[in-house]
């Protein structure tokens, strides 16, 4: 599929999952405003990777994930962990440092692990999702389930990432690999760094590969859904780009100056929780019940303990 061709209409499921799909693209969308807004404020200790923009990816794809299925996600991974139903009120008191966060208030927001909800981790190594989820494939091929790695345009340039493509084909493992081509590494646009097309880097290791509009969540989980089943059925790995945007900078304060003139309205006129309210209709309900839920989220959040100094008091779940 060419880059024209990825943005044909999708099918939309019905109203109830539609709306669902709607529900947990929006709870990122406000999650991720309320981190930058407490960032801004000095809440948040560590720094932030926002994944507005790219919700659709996440959340299509973790739909279609059954129980025994592993992610692995990014350092722009509050959206793979909220897609997989990770609770927002534990994310958040974890990128405020607070002891109730998902792994105490140890982790900040690009460390997130959370096992209970099939987040074998959110790495700050480019690409180590790659690496992460390929062995999960391998442990998952005896035991049953699918592993997924979401990474970026520029993680395809890393070495482990042709050695782990290499090494799931050869041993027919089942994963599914989602590039979310954003355009950008940090401030440097894709084509600057990277040869040819990626999806090409998966085709010549004879992985079945798609490019994909990820900004159409319809579309993601139709094509989320044939890797997935495909890897489940033992054919091996699958692969996925997905062409999407993020709309703040790369993290923290970087304002995104290099942006070319006029592409955030580019992309911001296909935006995914648009494109889906399209499809949808009325959405009042959710966006009213997203907001309440949010607003409560920080409430708690702020005032949620912080863990104790103490080394040996830990409050991890299985600590
Ligand atoms: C191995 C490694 N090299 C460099 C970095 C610094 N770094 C952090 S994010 C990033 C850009 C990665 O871009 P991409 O894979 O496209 O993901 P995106 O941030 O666009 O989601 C770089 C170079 C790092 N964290 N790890
Ligand atoms: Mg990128």
């Known amino acids: 599929m060419t880059r024209a061709q990825a943005a044909k209409p999708s099918a939309v499921p019905d109203r109830e999952e539609a709306l669902e799909l709607y529900r947990r693209m929006l709870i990122i969308r406000r999650f991720e405003d309320t981190v930058q807004d407490l ?123 042709h050695e782990c493509l290499n090494f799931a084909r050869v041993f027919r493992l089942p994963a599914v690999y989602v590039c979310e081509n954003n355009l950008y590494g940090e401030f440097t646009p894709y084509e600057q760094v990277t040869a040819g097309e990626i999806r090409a880097r998966a085709e010549t290791l004879d992985i079945s590969s798609q490019t994909i509009d990820g900004n159409d969540v319809f579309g993601v989980q139709a094509a989320a859904r044939e890797a997935v089943d495909r890897a489940r059925a033992g054919e091996g790995p699958c692969f996925i780009e997905a062409l999407t945007y993020r709309y703040v900078g790369h993290s923290r304060s970087d304002p995104g100056r290099y942006r070319k003139p006029g592409e955030l309205d580019e992309w911001r006129a296909r935006d995914p929780l648009i494109r889906a309210r399209e499809a949808i209709g009325d959405t009042a309900e959710v966006d009213r019940a997203v907001e309440a839920q949010i607003a409560q989220v920080i409430e708690n959040a702020l005032a949620a303990p912080f863990p104790s100094p103490d080394p040996d008091a830990r409050e991890f779940k299985d600590g």
Do not use: W
Request: proline share 1%; glycine share 20%; charged share 15%.
């Open 39 to 161: 960032f801004l404020k000095g809440q948040v200790h560590g720094t932030t990777h926002l994944y507005s923009g790219q919700e659709a990816v996440a959340v299509g794809v973790c739909s279609v994930l059954a129980e025994n299925d592993r992610v692995a996600g990014t350092y722009r991974g509050h959206g793979h962990a909220l897609a997989l139903g990770v609770e927002p009120q534990g994310l958040l008191d974890e990128l405020l440092g607070r002891a109730t966060g998902v792994c105490g208030g140890r982790a900040g927001s690009m460390n997130v692990i959370d096992l209970e909800h099939r987040l074998i981790g959110c790495f700050g190594i480019v690409g180590g999702s790659i690496a992460a989820a390929t062995g999960a494939a391998l442990a998952l091929k005896r035991e049953g389930g699918v592993a997924v790695a979401f990474f970026g345009d520029g993680a395809t340039n890393q070495g482990y990432f």
